[in-house]
C-alpha cells in the first residue's frame, strides 16, 4: 500500500468491506433499494466509472485507453450518459465497447438527443443511477486516468467510507492555473477541511472523486440546475453537512486537462462567492461572537456588505497592513439603513485580534501574508479561516 494510504490507516477508521448493493431498473436506469426486490446475483461490482459526456470526442480515445489500463483486479463497468453532444461522442465511446469487455470492464451507456445538453448534473445523476458499482469513480471525458487510480482510490474508500477522495493531479498544458494546481497538490490533510470557504472550491477537486454508493445516496443528487450551476461545489458542501469526510490520496492519479471549453468556465464568480458566503456564515459565523475580518480593501468590504445583518454586528474591525487603509481610520458601511451608519475600525494586523476571516489570496504575496500569521502564533481551522 502506498504512503498516502498507509497514513490514511494510521487515522484508525472503520472499514467498510461490503457494503449494500443497490439495483437497477432496467426501463428508467432509477435506482431501488436492496431488499425492496429480489436481488439478482451478481448484479453489483465492486466499482462503476461515472462518465459524463458532451462533445467530447476529440478526448475520449485517451480517456478510454486509461480506463483499459488500470490495474484494478476487482471488477469494473464504465458508465456513460451523453448529454446531447452535437459530433461524434457517443459512437466513439460505444467503438471501444469490444476492447473494454475483452479487459472485463463492463460497459452500459445512454443519453438522450434534445436540442440542448440539461447540464453536468444531470447527466452526471443519469450515469450513476444506470449503474451498479458499489463505489463510483468519476471520470471526465476529457482528463486521463493513471493506471493505480481506481486500485489505490478504492484502497482508500474501504479505510474512509463515508468520505470524498481525491488525489493529486499532474495539470496539462504544464504551467496552466499554477496556483490553484500547486493548492489542489499541497494543501494538508487538516487544510482540506479548514480550506473550504475559499474560491478554489472543493479541496478534493471533482474530477479525482472517488466514494462509496451508499454515501452518494446519503448526500446526492448532483443540482441538475444546467449550466452556469457548482454542482459540484454544492454537493460537496452537502456531504460535509451530512458529517462527511474528505481525504487525499498523495499520489498523483490523474491528468486533467485544462481547455477553454471546460463546463467549469460556464459557473459565475459571482455564484461562487454567494455559495462560500453562505456556508461560511452557517458553519463558522454562527459559532462566533466577534471576529476581525483581514483586508480592509476590496474584498474585505464585499465580504462584510455579504453578511446577515446579524453577522453584519459581529464584525470587530477590519485589519490591513496598508497605512493609507489604517490613517482613514474606520470604514463607513454607505449602504446600511441603519443612523447613523455603522463603522467599523480599520487595525494594524498586529493591533487587531481573532479570530480571523483572512480576505487575501493565498500564494499571492510572495510569503508575506503567511509569515504575519506566523508571527501572531495563530492556528488555522481555530483562530482564522482563509476565505479568498
Known amino acids: 500500500m502506498n504512503s498516502g494510504l498507509t497514513e490514511l490507516q494510521d487515522r484508525g477508521l472503520e472499514v467498510d468491506m461490503n457494503p449494500p448493493k443497490r439495483l437497477r431498473t432496467a426501463d428508467s436506469g432509477a435506482e431501488a433499494p436492496a431488499g425492496g426486490q429480489e436481488e439478482l446475483e451478481g448484479s453489483a461490482v465492486d466499482v462503476s466509472i461515472v462518465m459524463p459526456v458532451y462533445n467530447a470526442s476529440c478526448w475520449l480515445d485517451e480517456c478510454l485507453q486509461s480506463i483499459i489500463q488500470q490495474d484494478f483486479t476487482g471488477t469494473m463497468e464504465l458508465s456513460v450518459f451523453d448529454d446531447a453532444s452535437t459530433d461524434d461522442s457517443r459512437k466513439v465511446v460505444e467503438g471501444w465497447r469490444d476492447r473494454l469487455e475483452a479487459r472485463g470492464i463492463s460497459m452500459v451507456i445512454s443519453g438522450h438527443n434534445s436540442a440542448h445538453p440539461r447540464g453536468v448534473g444531470y447527466a452526471k445523476n443519469k450515469a450513476i443511477y444506470q449503474s451498479c458499482g458499489r463505489y463510483l469513480c468519476f471520470q471526465d471525458a476529457d482528463d486521463i486516468m493513471l493506471p493505480q487510480r481506481v486500485c489505490v482510490q478504492y484502497e482508500a474508500s474501504l479505510l474512509h467510507p463515508n468520505s470524498l477522495i481525491g488525489c493529486r493531479v499532474q495539470r496539462v498544458p504544464e504551467g496552466s492555473t499554477e496556483r490553484y494546481t500547486r493548492w489542489i497538490n499541497t494543501i494538508t490533510q487538516d487544510q482540506l477541511i479548514t480550506q473550504v470557504y475559499t474560491s478554489h472550491g472543493p479541496t478534493v477537486i471533482m474530477p479525482t472523486w472517488f466514494c462509496s454508493r451508499n454515501w452518494f445516496l446519503k448526500v446526492g443528487p448532483f443540482d441538475e440546475g444546467g449550466k452556469g450551476v457548482p454542482e459540484d461545489l454544492l454537493f460537496f458542501y452537502q456531504s460535509l ?33 454567494n455559495q462560500r458566503v453562505a456556508f461560511l456564515q452557517e458553519r463558522v459565523l454562527s459559532q462566533w461572537e466577534r471576529f476581525t475580518i483581514w483586508n480592509a480593501g476590496k474584498q474585505g468590504r464585499k465580504l462584510y456588505r455579504c453578511l446577515s445583518p446579524t453577522n453584519q454586528k459581529k464584525v470587530k474591525a477590519f485589519c490591513d497592513v496598508d497605512e493609507n487603509k489604517i490613517q482613514k481610520g474606520f470604514y463607513t458601511y454607505e449602504d446600511s439603513k441603519e443612523r447613523p451608519k455603522p463603522k467599523i475600525p480599520i487595525l494594524h494586523y498586529k493591533d487587531a485580534s481573532g479570530p480571523f476571516i483572512i480576505c487575501v489570496k493565498l500564494d499571492m504575496t510572495g510569503g508575506v501574508l503567511e509569515e504575519n500569521l506566523n508571527s501572531l502564533q495563530l492556528k488555522e481551522g481555530t483562530d482564522y479561516y482563509h476565505f479568498n
Open 241 to 273: 453537512r451530512k458529517g462527511g469526510g474528505v481525504a487525499r490520496v498523495d499520489q498523483c492519479l490523474l491528468v486533467y486537462r485544462y481547455h477553454e471549453k471546460a463546463t467549469t468556465h460556464s459557473v459565475t464568480e459571482e455564484t461562487i462567492w
